[in-house]
Each structure stands twice: as structure tokens, then as C-alpha cells.
């Protein structure tokens, strides 16, 4: 039997970054906000942890936040003020190569260009160049892509500046896969790597289109913001938003469930959670889940529009997670150290082999030469350990459900027990082992979190997909998370969807929760009126 509980403007489900940035937003307009959450503590997918070892402090999920830098949403919420400190790496981002060399992204574009130059000819100019296009565009287009579609003014400031940028060139080689964009502009490895790698934080196919503006835009955000940490961990991120939303007047009810969101006559009035209360909402319920989560689980089929409900039977996830955390006696022994400590780097060999392991994911293959993305955290912020030390993770991408290894006879199964994640967890710590001997033996304690693992820890993440959907074309803008929609409204009255499965996706710059904050005060503006 369910009880009632005082009413309030709002209820947001979900305290993850993006459910924090909506509450955040609508109590800053006077609203009454309540947000729910069923784990014991905020951050969704930015949340640290001191599990894996005493005394080193380890980000459960997410870890390097270029998007939040260069967020105006999250810049403007002014979380300094409640305690937020950021942490920069010695570099933002490098690229190791079995033969010891390193492509390098330094702080300084102009120390960029010298290290790509020395690698090839030319390559620093063009480096530069590339610097001065994104500094015509990249305002804008950052603004475009963050807006409610469609993006009205980002779109129009942009199209005013494409001329002087290369115009229609321009925008074929933003539609240039990330493998061609580099090969177009560069004749050396090192830039083009670093910019296919970067295309590789998202399930895009290095060879589809999508992929090199997405390249692009991370290249240059590590190039311009850097890729900044919390300082204390990524927990401090979203804990600084839990406590600006309190000092407003907002609420937040941890270790609570949400259930259902009940429809009356075609709108969302209220919550039920899991132990049979109900909060009712009197002007707007917020949804900071996953799309499968909301859409025929949260809210019944028969309360969604058609649209809604024929666009989800065709829903696709991005593709499944690993990450391995390490407790590192040491720092890691590389073969050969780089000339500036990176605190972000990627472990392929070749871009020929990147384009592999990526395209044997999209085939349902377990990768036997897994690409991967990897972070020295006290090498960025040496909050995170004790001094000499290092605590470091890496991931990589495995295809949603059961799989056949791509090693002949190999251990992975394909099915994600607690055998096979640490068995492909094995085959990732020998990848960073081939370039530095030794480091097994630096290894204090390590965990692995599988596609269960991370779903357990945070129920978005549906097997292990951290995306909140494939960002590839066809479901992105105006086809996220189904076609027709590409805004935050979801076809149901005071219902709306604030996480990264609405426009304009992943990342940790606080667009979907923001525009669905925007979105609810304007339509009961509407109402009103």
C-alpha cells in the first residue's frame, strides 16, 4: 500500500550528473525540487570509491572531463564556490608505441606542433592550422551540438563563421571518417593517431562518418581545456552539485528506488518507488535514466505515444564496457618514458590495429588486441594516492550480450562471468605490460569491472553500456533516442528525459539535464499562460 508525500514542482529520478544539473536549474528558478536516487550516494556515472586499495582513491566510472570545462551549464553553476577543485595532468593526452616512441598532446599547441613535426615534416604547421580552425568554429559548434535540436543560434553563429573557416570544405571533412580526417591532414602517425584515438572514446566505426568530427572535437578540447580532473576524485564533481542544489532548497533522498511514474489523462503527476511511496510532481518529472529504463519499465507501454514505442523496439545500445583499476606500488615502467607525463593515454599499436579491435566489437567479436583508453590519476592529481605511487584504470569497449573471442581456443567466452572479465582483464594488463616490463610486479591490488559489475553500480548502464546508446548517426540529433524526438519532451505531458540518452548524448557537460530543466519551465510557462 502506497503512501503519499508532500507534493513538490519537481521530481528528477536519478542523481547523476545530468539529473543534478536539471535539479540544479529549476531550483535556481524558484522551483521545489526533489530528486531520488536508488544508490547510497550522488554521481550516477562521475562517482570515485577507495575500494580497490588502502589509501588510493579510484574513479568507479567516468574520470576526465574536457566537456565540463568547456560546458557554459556546468561552468555557470559556479561548483568552485561549493567546494569543486580541478587538476590538471603534466599533459592532457599521449599515445605509446611498441617501438618506445610517444605522440604527445601537450598544454601548449605550439610545444604540440613541435613534437608532431619532429615526427613529420609539416605536421606541426598543420597542427597549427587545424588550432586556428577550431578557433573560428569551435565556440559555436560546441554550442550547436549542445542545444535542443534543432540548434538555433549555436547553428546560425556557425554558419557565419564556416566561410572564413573553409566553408563547404569544411563541413565534408567534419563528415570525413576519423581515419581519412587525420590521413587529409597530416602525412605522419603520431597526429593522425592521436586523433583516431580520440575518435575512439565513442562507438563510432573509425571508417563511418560521425568519427572525425567527434576526433576533432576531443583533440581540441584536450588541446584548449585540457582534460581536467576533481581534485579528491570525480565523486567531488558531482557531491560539489548535491550541495549547491541543497543550499537552494533542493532535496535528495538516497537509497531510493523509483518504480513507476504514474500518467493521469496523459501527463506524469507523481513517482512510486520501490517501497510504496508516492511523490507526487506538480509541475514536471525528470528522468535521469537510460531510455530503456524510462520507456516501457518506468512509464507502462500503453501510456507511450507510437512513436515512442515503435522507436524503442529498434533502440541500440552502445556497446559493452570493461575497466580495470590498479593500485600501482609504483609509477608504471615504461620502456621509454615520455618526455611530458601524460595523464590520459591510449594503448594501440597501430591505427590499423585500432580500426580492428573496433570493428570486431561492432561485429560481436571479443577483441584479441583490445584498443583502449587509460588514466594515471596521480599523475593528474596526487590527492589520489600515496606519494610514489599510482593509481591507474583503463577500459575498453566489448560487444552487448554473449560473444566469441576473437583469440582461436582463447578463455573469453563471451558471457561476462567473473571467469571471463577476469580473464579479458588479464589480456588487458598484458597489453600495457608489452610496454612496460615489469609492471605486473607493480601491481598492489586489481579490480575489474565487467558490463554486470558496472550495471550492479549504477542501472543505466545497461550491460555495460556507458553511453546511454550507440552515438552513432543514426540515432543521434533529431533520432535520439527515437526519430522524432531529438528534445528532452517525450510525448507525454511534464515528462522529460534528462540523461544521455536524449540529445545530445554522452559526456559530461550537463546538455541533457540542462535542456530538460529549460524545456519543463518553459511549458508550464505555457500552461500558465
Known amino acids: 500500500m502506497s503512501t503519499a508525500r508532500s507534493d513538490h ?33 550522488v554521481g550516477g556515472a562521475v562517482r570515485s570509491d577507495t575500494d580497490v586499495h588502502p589509501g588510493f582513491v579510484h574513479d568507479t566510472f567516468s574520470a576526465f572531463y574536457p566537456f565540463a570545462a568547456a560546458s557554459p551549464v556546468i561552468r555557470d553553476l559556479d561548483l568552485e564556490q561549493h567546494g569543486l577543485r580541478w587538476q590538471h595532468p603534466p599533459a592532457p593526452l599521449g599515445h605509446p608505441f611498441p617501438d618506445g616512441s610517444w605522440a604527445l598532446l601537450h598544454p601548449d599547441r605550439h610545444d604540440t606542433a613541435a613534437g608532431l613535426d619532429g615526427e613529420h615534416a609539416g605536421d606541426g604547421e598543420a597542427w597549427l592550422e587545424l588550432c586556428r580552425t577550431w578557433d573560428r568554429i569551435g565556440e559555436p559548434l560546441l554550442s550547436a551540438l549542445l542545444s535542443p535540436f534543432p ?8 554558419l557565419t563563421r564556416l566561410p572564413r573557416a573553409g566553408g563547404l570544405h569544411l563541413v565534408r571533412e567534419l563528415l570525413t571518417p576519423a581515419a581519412s580526417f587525420g590521413a587529409h591532414r597530416f602525412g605522419g602517425r603520431d597526429a593522425r593517431t592521436l586523433i583516431a584515438g580520440s575518435a575512439g572514446h565513442a562507438d563510432i566505426p573509425l571508417d563511418a562518418t560521425g568519427s572525425g568530427v567527434f576526433g576533432l572535437i576531443m583533440t581540441m578540447l584536450a588541446q584548449t581545456v585540457g582534460f581536467p580532473v576533481p581534485e579528491g576524485g570525480a565523486g567531488r564533481l558531482t557531491e560539489a552539485m548535491a550541495r ?17 511514474v504514474e500518467i ?6 507523481a513517482v512510486r518507488t520501490r517501497d510504496g511511496e508516492r511523490y507526487a510532481a506538480g509541475r514536471a518529472v525528470v528522468a535521469d535514466v537510460s531510455a530503456p529504463l524510462l520507456f516501457g519499465r518506468l512509464v507502462a507501454s500503453e501510456h507511450l505515444p507510437t512513436r ?13 564496457t570493461v575497466k580495470v583499476d590498479w593500485a600501482l606500488s609504483g609509477p608504471i615502467p615504461w620502456a621509454a618514458a615520455p618526455a611530458v607525463a601524460p595523464g590520459s593515454f591510449h594503448v594501440g599499436d597501430s591505427l590499423a590495429e585500432m580500426q580492428r579491435s573496433l570493428a570486431d566489437v561492432a561485429a560481436g567479436t571479443v577483441p584479441a588486441h583490445p584498443f583502449m583508453l587509460a588514466g594515471q590519476m596521480t599523475t593528474t592529481d596526487p590527492t589520489r594516492s600515496p606519494a610514489g605511487t599510482e593509481s591507474l584504470w583503463a577500459y575498453t569497449h566489448v560487444p552487448q550480450g554473449s ?15 567473473h571467469d571471463d572479465v577476469e580473464r579479458f582483464g588479464d589480456r588487458m594488463q598484458d597489453r600495457i605490460e608489452r610496454l612496460a616490463p615489469g609492471f605486473g610486479s607493480r601491481v598492489l ?12 553500480r549504477n542501472a543505466s548502464l545497461i550491460g555495460g553500456a556507458v553511453n546511454g546508446g550507440t552515438s552513432q548517426l543514426h540515432q543521434m540529433l533529431v533520432l535520439r533516442p527515437v526519430p522524432g524526438l531529438g528534445r528532452a519532451e517525450t510525448g507525454i505531458g511534464g515528462l522529460y528525459l534528462g540523461s544521455s540518452s536524449a540529445h545530445p548524448g554522452g559526456g559530461v557537460h550537463g546538455a541533457p539535464g540542462a ?15
Not at 493521469?264 to 503527476?269: K, P, T
Not at 524545456?519 to 500552461?527: F, G, N, Q, S, T
Open 515 to 529: 535542456n530538460a530543466a529549460r524545456a519543463a519551465m518553459l511549458h508550464a510557462r505555457l500552461r500558465r499562460g
Open 445 to 456: 591490488s586489481r579490480r575489474v569491472l565487467g558490463p554486470r559489475e558496472l550495471q550492479e
Open 151 to 158: 540548434p538555433v543560434r549555436g547553428g546560425a553563429r556557425l
Open 264 to 269: 493521469d489523462r496523459g501527463r506524469a503527476v
Open 403 to 417: 560473444a566469441r573471442d576473437g583469440v582461436e581456443d582463447g578463455p573469453v567466452r563471451g558471457v561476462w562471468d
Open 9 to 41: 514542482d519537481a521530481v528528477v529520478i536519478g542523481a547523476g550528473h545530468n539529473g543534478l544539473v536539471a535539479a540544479n536549474l529549476l531550483a535556481d528558478a524558484g522551483w521545489s525540487v526533489l530528486v531520488l536516487e536508488q544508490q547510497e550516494q
Open 308 to 320: 515512442v514505442r515503435r522507436g524503442m523496439a529498434s533502440f541500440e545500445l552502445d556497446p559493452a
Open 244 to 260: 549547491r542544489l541543497e543550499s537552494r532548497g533542493g532535496r535528495i533522498e538516497l537509497g531510493t528506488e523509483v518504480s513507476a
